[in-house]
């Protein structure tokens, strides 16, 4: 079984549209087959938001967007929840520290408290990681 991993909504979200494919996403997709990945309790209303947009800009269905639903659901995918006043008081830091917004500060939260390697796309996050000493998940999918 491999390793587990926190991976971002920039790569998830890379997933539902065929103009944003590439090989890491893919990569990591390919990964969940053998592997669990963890998002923080912000993470379903990222994708939801992201959808919602999609189909208003005509860039997917209705349908679409309870297709890509489904097709997560039945991923290895663990929304992580914590306790939110602690949450808090550490994304407040991370964020600040890190100029980043709560959104991404909430990633990079997961992986310091859970020790793993992240999965992303998002520049800003790259990063944050690389300061915080967290792993990355490579497109070889081996963290580094």
Not at 4 to 10: A, C, E, Q, T, Y
Not at 119 to 125: F, K, M, Q, S, V
Request: glycine letters at 4%.
């Amino acid at each position: 079984m491999g390793e587990s991993f926190v991976v971002d909504n920039s790569v998830v979200m890379s997933w539902c549209f065929k103009d944003e494919t590439n090989h890491f996403a893919d990569t990591v997709l390919d990964r969940l087959s053998e592997a669990t990945a963890f998002v923080p309790s912000i993470w379903p209303l990222e994708v939801v938001n992201v959808l919602l947009v999609a189909e208003r800009r005509k860039r997917l269905s209705e349908a679409d967007s309870v297709r890509f639903i489904t097709l997560l659901s039945q991923l290895p995918i663990i929304v992580e929840q914590g306790r939110p006043e602690k949450i808090m008081i550490d994304l407040l830091g991370l964020a600040r520290a890190h100029n980043l917004s709560s959104y991404d500060a909430s990633y990079l939260d997961l992986c310091m408290r859970k020790g793993l390697p992240i999965a992303t796309l998002d520049t800003r996050l790259i990063e944050a990681a690389k300061k915080a000493d967290i792993p990355m998940l490579l497109s070889g999918g081996v963290p580094k």
